[in-house]
């Protein structure tokens, strides 16, 4: 078998060597360095870009889960929500996120409600407003007093939330009507102190202005059906509350237990921080929850 021969370098070509190994790890160090470098600029500008990135992509849906809906703040007769969906078994059509939360409210209680009325156009409310208006006219009562009582029972078209598809007005198996007595049946008690945690809360409570109607629910979504529970206000007050506060910070909302910062703002690039949610407020403002 043929011994290996050894390679002796000499004196030039060892120097040659060592210089040129030394050249190969400097290169080396260099590029790590280099790299380490832009890793750290990307990483320091990482939060700002999620910004961005978040700002962008919210200001394309912005949900209409907080429009407020009255004689002040009107919907376009053609406005039809997207996204609604006929309740199992009934006519009674609601945006698909509002169904699904309704569902599982409803199975979740040990005597169920039922839906009554959901999604219904200004068209329609517009016919029933005129009809009702009539039926005073028709009973005797003069123009002026039937525009000041029909104020307090009924909306004309476009100035009705049922119209958004998010609010289910709710009735027992014993009284299929919609009743004012509906507070105080065990469905009502029940709803009264759980629908926050599905995202529903009771569209107007008693004393508060406009029209009280104990039987109506309105999908907010749980994050802020959360907070106005912790609050006890309605959606007008609770607006009102977010508008005035202009930033309002929350600890400990709904069974996730988050912290979060809610903005009432006129521009989502002004928000400083990644955002969770955003709906508009039908005036022209933008609710955005950001985590805290």
Known sequence: MAKRKKIRLRGRDRAAAYIGGAAVLLLLITLIVVRWGRAGDQEAQTPENEIESSVVEWSEKVTSLLWLINTEHILPQSYVPEGLEALPNSNVQVVEEAGRAFLRMVQDMDTPVYAANGYISAAAQQNL???KRQEYLDAG???ERTNMVIVDEYFPGGADEHQLGLTIDV????SLNLDYDF????????LKEHAWEYGFIFRQTEGAPKIYKPWQ???VGETHAAIM???ELCLDDYLAYLADKGTSYFSDVGAMHLDLIVYFTDSLSEIPLKIREVSGDNNGHYIVVCYR
């Open 129 to 131: 407003y005129d009809t």
């Open 141 to 143: 009562y003069s123009e």
């Open 171 to 174: 009735c027992t198996e014993a």
């Open 183 to 190: 507070a105080l049946t065990p469905q009502g008690q029940w």
């Open 217 to 219: 629910l309105r999908y």
């Open 229 to 231: 529970q912790e609050l």
